[in-house]
């Protein structure tokens, strides 16, 4: 008998834990870029609306390729919620990804303009709000050539922000119940502020 109580509480519990928000992991500084269409971006555009950030190149021999097409996936998971939800993909590699690259590289994954925004710009402000604001990893092997695209580093998490700007989740990109539970998030994010 105690061991059925003891369920009834885990359930209740799992079922409390479903119906809690995500956590208010604290507040993003303003940041502006530029957009794969040439002109600025950035938080003042995003006010108001929900968003999932992830982190990518467009050169990047390794993860990106794999991130992006996650990333389209969620495009299409959350199609229902149209421009109430964007997406932002951030480049870790600016010098090399100039707003026409990040637009053939959209292109490529079928990027919808609208709600997918492809971020670039100087490379010591983007690492700043990479690494302090997102508090995701960014950067380069020390000494390492321009063309060793090995050396470059960025983490693999999709973060998800609220409309006012503050984090409200850090999703393991590999871990496909992550990416479900990022997609459950950002539906309840949008509807409580839509």
Known sequence: ????????????????????????????????????????????????????????????????????????RVQDRTAKLGTDLQLVSFSVDPAYDTPERLAEYGKKYQADFT??????????????????GFKISMGREPGAAEDDLLSIFHGTHFVLVDGTGEIRGYYDSADPEATQKLETDAFRITREEG
């Open 1 to 72: 008998m105690a061991s059925l109580g003891f369920m009834g509480v885990a359930v209740h519990d799992l079922m409390e834990g479903r119906s809690k928000p995500p956590p208010r992991l604290g507040a993003l500084p303003d940041f502006t870029f530029t957009r794969q269409d040439g002109q600025p971006f950035g938080a003042k555009q995003l006010r108001g609306h929900p968003y999932i950030a992830n982190f990518i190149f467009t050169r990047c021999p390794t993860v990106c390729p794999v991130f992006t097409q996650k990333m389209a």
């Open 115 to 132: 709600r997918w925004n492809f971020l670039t710009g100087d490379y010591a402000t983007l690492k700043d709000t990479i690494v302090q």
